[in-house]
């Protein structure tokens, strides 16, 4: 069993940063790739980036793409999300989730879960 545990949501103005972790613990790091989601409240849970297991690809979806970057630190078991440039539509829970699967953007592929950091952008 893997634990995901997030860290690094709050508050902040359109055009800030924010940096999301996520520690992991229970299962080897290493072997899992790796993927951020958003939900806003009564849509779909959406992937934000995701990330293979050793760090040499990344996936971005379209309103991200050139604000946040993924990347990950095997050695501290950790992963991580910079966000910059935030915009008011970037206010979600964002989850960090673990697949087994090849870097993956489905849903359904990821194992395991954290419980969500909220992040909420101000215009």
């Known amino acids: 069993q893997v634990q995901l545990v997030e860290s690094g949501g709050g508050l902040g103005q359109a055009g800030d940063s924010l940096r999301l972790s996520c520690a992991a613990s229970?299962?080897?790091?290493?072997?899992?790739?790796m993927g951020w989601f958003r939900q806003v409240l009564g849509k779909e849970r959406e992937v934000v980036a995701a990330?293979?297991?050793?760090?040499?690809?990344?996936y971005y979806a379209d309103s991200v793409k050139g604000r946040f970057t993924i990347f990950r630190d095997n050695a501290k078991n950790a992963v991580y999300l910079q966000m910059n440039s935030l915009k008011p539509e970037d206010t979600a829970v964002y989850y960090c989730?673990?697949?087994?699967?090849?870097?993956?953007?489905?849903?359904?592929?990821?194992?395991?879960w954290g419980q969500g950091t909220q992040v909420a952008v101000s215009s």
């Open positions: 989730a673990a697949s087994s699967w090849p870097l993956t953007t489905a849903v359904n592929e990821y194992e395991y």
């Open positions: 229970g299962g080897l790091f290493s072997w899992y790739s």
């Open positions: 990330i293979d297991r050793f760090g040499g690809s990344a």
